[in-house]
């Protein structure tokens, strides 16, 4: 069974302040994308990586595919409340297409 | 934002009794999905159709069906409630229309259900 693993799973941190959370497995993953999710809706979708060592860019947040395609993080540069909400990671396996998702990191930025 | 929606937003139910929830799309996507959503468990995929009557199980499908009998309708029923199945629901759809599938998924707004 393929897994997940999202660290940190809460985070906490004053506005102006930089983070990086993360998405580990042991497995390769075709492709990998990131969500944000705020209470009460449904997951939004931030980016997709396909390729190993590839660095996506949106605004403050960087993300990156580890070379493996195993892991990849999410840096997100001077952190401001409106970035506050549950962060996903999904992976799409290359062996039955199948799409799991990490539990998340619940992050909260205090103004 | 995609269109998707999700009915109804929110339902009490009692134990033992068939609750059926509604996901409709305008996008014309081939894939449909539903998950659930508890704390400690995350996302976790109950069902999923990739074309009109083509459906298949996903992780926790035990006590859950699924029909889609037309491209924009994917339904979800619980034969009968029982209190392990409260939790929100989400339905998301992917890929272009009428292709190939997509890894990247648009969810609908969550349906919470909540049976006593």
């Known amino acids: 069974t393929q897994l997940l693993e999202q660290s940190p799973q809460f985070l906490s941190i004053q506005e102006g302040e930089n983070l990086t959370v993360y998405c580990n497995s042991s497995?390769?993953?075709?492709?990998l994308q990131w969500y944000r999710q705020e209470p009460g809706e449904g997951p939004v979708l931030l980016v997709t990586?396909?390729?190993?060592?590839e660095v996506k860019k949106l605004k403050r947040l960087t993300f990156q595919f580890g070379d493996a395609r195993k892991d990849s993080s999410l840096h997100i540069t001077a952190a401001q409340p409106g970035d506050t909400g549950l962060y996903l990671c999904?992976?799409?396996?290359?062996?039955?297409?199948?799409?799991?998702f990490g539990k998340g990191t619940r992050l909260h930025i205090l103004p | 934002d995609a269109g998707i929606t999700q009915s109804p937003r929110h339902k009490v139910t009692e134990t033992g009794t068939p609750v059926t929830l509604r996901c409709h799309q305008t996008e014309n996507h081939r894939y449909m999905y539903w998950y659930r959503q508890d704390p400690g468990h995350g996302l976790r995929l109950i069902h999923y159709?990739?074309?009109?009557?083509?459906?298949d199980k996903g992780e926790v499908s035990d006590g859950y069906s699924v029909s889609r009998s037309k491209t924009e309708d994917f339904l979800l029923t619980l034969e009968s409630a029982t209190s392990s199945q409260t939790s929100v629901y989400f339905c998301?759809?992917?890929?272009?229309?009428?292709?190939?599938?997509?890894?990247?998924?648009?969810f609908g707004p969550g349906t919470r259900l909540t049976v006593t």
């Open positions: 497995s390769v993953f075709s492709s």
């Open positions: 998301a759809i992917s890929g272009p229309s009428g292709g190939e599938s997509s890894y990247e998924q648009y």
């Open positions: 159709s990739y074309g009109v009557k083509d459906t």
């Open positions: 990586v396909v390729t190993g060592g």
């Open positions: 999904a992976g799409a396996s290359p062996r039955d297409d199948k799409i799991i």
